[in-house]
C-alpha cells in the first residue's frame, strides 16, 4: 500500500499558482477528500497530515523546502516512520505529458526534474511511485526554467483540475496497495462527449399531381402517372 503521499512545488503565494506546484495542488485535494488537515512539521520541513485507515496510518507530505531540496523533506519522514520507497508516491508535474493527462508509474529517472533528482539521491534509490500531472512543454528547452514558475492559462489549469479529480478516483485502490487497478483507472482515457445529433427538419408532402411531381423533380412519368 501507499503509506505517503508527496505533492511537490515552491513555499510560497507567488509560486501558489504555478505550473511547478502541480503537486501541491493533487495533495490539497486528496487531503479534502480524507478529511485531513495539513500542518507544519518542522522535523520534516513540511505541511504533514496522518490519517488514520484501516489498513493503518498514512502521511501526507508537502516538502516546503523548495523544489531543489525536496528529499531534504521525504527522507527523514520515510526513514523515521519506517516507510519503504515502494510504499511512497510523489505526485509531480510532467512536461512531456499534455495538460489534462495523468500517468502512474514506477521508479525511473528523473528526467530532469529537480525534485525527483533531490528524493532520488536522499532516499537511495529511484525505486518509488510517481504520479505524473501533464503541464505541458514550452517547445523549447532553455523556456522550461521560466514555463514551469509561471502560472497556467485558465484551460490549463482547469485541464490540470481535472486529471487530479480522475486521478484521485485512484486513492482508494492506492492506499490498498492494488496498484494495477489504480494504474487502470489512472490511464482510463476520460469519456468523449458525444456529438450532437443534428437537426432533422420535417418534410411536408408537397401538393402536387404525380405528374407535376415528376416535372418538379425532372423525372418522366410513367404511364401509370408515378415516376420511376
Known amino acids: 500500500m501507499i503509506r505517503l503521499f508527496v505533492g511537490l512545488g515552491n513555499p510560497g503565494p507567488e509560486y501558489e499558482a ?24 518542522r522535523a520534516y520541513q513540511g505541511l ?4 488514520n485507515t484501516a489498513a493503518g496510518p498514512v502521511w501526507l507530505l508537502q516538502p516546503m523546502t523548495f523544489m531543489n531540496r525536496s528529499g531534504a523533506s521525504v527522507a527523514p519522514l520515510a526513514r523515521f516512520f519506517k516507510i519503504e520507497p515502494k510504499e511512497i508516491l510523489v505526485v ?10 495523468a500517468k502512474l ?5 528523473a528526467a530532469g526534474h ?3 533528482k533531490d528524493i532520488q539521491g536522499l532516499l537511495g534509490t529511484q525505486d518509488f511511485w510517481r504520479l505524473r500531472l501533464g503541464i505541458g512543454h ?18 490549463h489549469r482547469d485541464a490540470v483540475a481535472l486529471a487530479t479529480e480522475r486521478s484521485l ?6 492506499l490498498a496497495g492494488d496498484m494495477d487497478a489504480a494504474l487502470a483507472l489512472i490511464h482510463a482515457q476520460p469519456p468523449r462527449p458525444k456529438p450532437p445529433r443534428p437537426a432533422v427538419l420535417p418534410i411536408s408532402k408537397p ?10 423533380l425532372s423525372l418522366k412519368p410513367t404511364p401509370e402517372g408515378e415516376p420511376q
Open 207 to 216: 401538393n402536387l399531381t404525380p405528374t407535376a411531381l415528376a416535372a418538379a
Open 92 to 101: 509531480h508535474d510532467e512536461l512531456d505529458l499534455l495538460p489534462g493527462q
Open 48 to 51: 504533514m497530515a496522518r490519517v
Open 114 to 116: 529537480n525534485g525527483l
Open 169 to 174: 478516483q485512484a486513492s482508494d485502490r492506492l
Open 18 to 41: 504555478t505550473r511547478h506546484n502541480a503537486g501541491f495542488w493533487w495533495i490539497d485535494a486528496l487531503a479534502d477528500k480524507l478529511g485531513a488537515r495539513l500542518l507544519p512539521e
Open 105 to 109: 508509474k514506477f521508479g525511473g529517472s
Open 138 to 155: 514550452p517547445g523549447v528547452k532553455a523556456e522550461v526554467a521560466n514555463y514551469v514558475l509561471k502560472k497556467p492559462s485558465a484551460e
